[in-house]
């Protein structure tokens, strides 16, 4: 098995040739050339079906897989965290791993951290899986933590950076591949028409960060209901503008915490309005949009990402007694 820079080295190469049979021969080792885990195979398929449906083109398959796999040593680096001797700081760690070794997305955190607007429409969610495992590397949790001041330690945070930035660097594989396909792969980007490396492909010269982008992108087709009145915080600047979309789905479920606090979650399906019926039920062309407010709280995002006309045929009303999905939390 290659190391992970001697992957990428084999993929840059790779990315200089763009006729149909040097991209089968890729296709046909990328189970070779991404690193070894119980999702290999559905990670191949993930890659795969992104030129196959024409998320990307054929000649950008060599550079999406490099940016796969970049983000995908980075994960690793983050999990496996520093050397017992160094004994860190975590947050100090992670911002410092970061700018070593992909200092363009620190500069997209940066800019996010910075922006209360930005910040706020996103309510909290866990960073960590059903099975306990992290969602989440601990240590860009702890730098999260850091840098908005909230208490250290705690298994949930902020909604919009753990699904960014969170995911895009989580070391779980999960039964649906890596959770950073959404955003290497161009999964959400595909569901709401956007093109190019959106959210993460900005230039040299960023005026907002990759939560900015996503936020603004939500906000254009499932805005929230707030009563506050807030608006994109991205509508002064230049961003990416999804394509109009069809609402196909909107339930709501309501529940009361043991703890008494009362919270609606709000699951919201979305199709492009360029796509036909027949065109949205191949693949995951659909957009999930999952939304919450607490006790007198302004409705919040949580997350968003895409799943299949076969799921939405299966989405039911809630029976029995309401429960917080995709990893969605209380908070404090």
């Not at 709280?297 to 968003?304: D, F, H, L, N």
Request: aromatic share 6%; net charge negative; no cysteine.
């Amino acid at each position: 098995m290659l190391r992970p820079a001697d992957r990428l080295a084999l993929v840059s190469e790779a990315a200089d040739f763009h006729s149909r049979k040097v991209l089968q021969q890729i296709q046909a080792n990328l189970g070779e050339l991404l690193p070894p885990s119980a999702a290999d195979e559905v990670d191949h398929k993930h890659l795969q079906t992104a030129v196959t449906s024409g998320r990307i083109r054929e000649d950008e398959f060599g550079e999406l897989t490099e940016t796969y796999l970049h983000y995908q040593e980075l994960a690793e680096l983050l999990d496996a965290g520093p050397p017992p001797s160094a004994n860190p700081h975590l947050a100090r760690w992670a911002e410092t791993l970061l700018q070593s070794e992909s200092p363009d997305l620190l500069q997209l955190l940066n800019l996010d951290l910075a922006d209360e607007a930005v910040l706020d429409p996103w309510g909290s969610s866990t960073t960590t899986e059903k099975n306990g495992s992290a969602s989440v590397p601990q240590a860009l949790g702890q730098l999260f933590e850091a840098r908005l001041g909230t208490d250290a330690g705690l298994d949930y945070g902020h909604a919009g950076l753990n699904h960014t930035y969170g995911y895009l660097l989580s070391p779980v594989p999960t039964e649906f591949g890596r959770k950073r396909h959404r955003w290497t792969s161009q999964e959400v980007a595909h569901t709401l028409g956007i093109s190019g490396r959106w959210p993460l492909g900005q230039g040299a010269n960023p005026q907002q960060g990759m939560l900015a982008e996503v936020t603004a992108a939500l906000e254009s087709v499932a805005p929230l209901n707030r009563p506050d009145a807030w608006s994109s915080p991205a509508t002064a600047t230049k961003t990416a503008h999804a394509l109009a979309m069809d609402e196909l789905a909107d339930l709501s479920a309501s529940g009361v915490s043991s703890s008494g606090k009362r919270w609606t979650a709000r699951t919201r399906v979305l199709r492009r309005a360029d796509l036909t019926e027949q065109q949205a039920s191949e693949g995951d062309q659909l957009l999930l949009v999952y939304s919450l407010s607490v006790d007198d709280g302004p409705e919040r995002y949580i997350t968003a990402f895409p799943v299949s006309a076969k799921w939405l045929a299966e989405l039911k009303e809630p029976v029995g007694k309401p429960h917080l999905k995709y990893n969605a939390s209380l908070g404090a």
